[in-house]
């Protein structure tokens, strides 16, 4: 097969929930190609989703030395950083977003949530009250997010998910 029919095969076993085989399609794929950049990003998704996070960061690394606009790369490399408690490293990779689409909420949010877990509340707390301004559904994620759990009884924080 072709890296493109093998990489159509791997998203087709990825929409249908089945990461495994996606990933061994994706191996394919770079098997054959390695410089195969959207391959690269899909399967760190796949290692992300597996909680193998370095392993991810490092396909990342790859597809950003190849295209370092690659936004979905970046959100995920900084996703990997957050649930590898590297804060610093995940708000790095959430501006690259932010310096292209400054307007990107997904990077936003996941920035808002790492300055928050990193304890830099007040700045976390700013950034969330002009989020929801922008996009009110912010308001509710952030009321139930885990990742806010610390801050629950924070009176600024009560204020912008009230």
Known sequence: MKP???FKTGMINWNLGNPKEAGKNFEKVLSLD???EETL???GN???KIGKYQDAV????RALKLNSKNILALVNKGLCFH????YDNAIQCFDGVLEEKPKNTIAT???ISSLIKKGEIKEGLDLLSELVKIDYSYKYKAKFDIDFQQIKTNNDFQKIVA
């Open 83 to 86: 649930y590898l408690k590297q």
């Open 34 to 36: 390695p410089n195969h």
């Open 41 to 43: 990003v899909r399967l």
């Open 58 to 61: 490092t396909l990342y690394d």
């Open 4 to 6: 493109e029919e093998l």
């Open 46 to 48: 796949v290692l992300g």
């Open 109 to 111: 949010y996941n920035k």
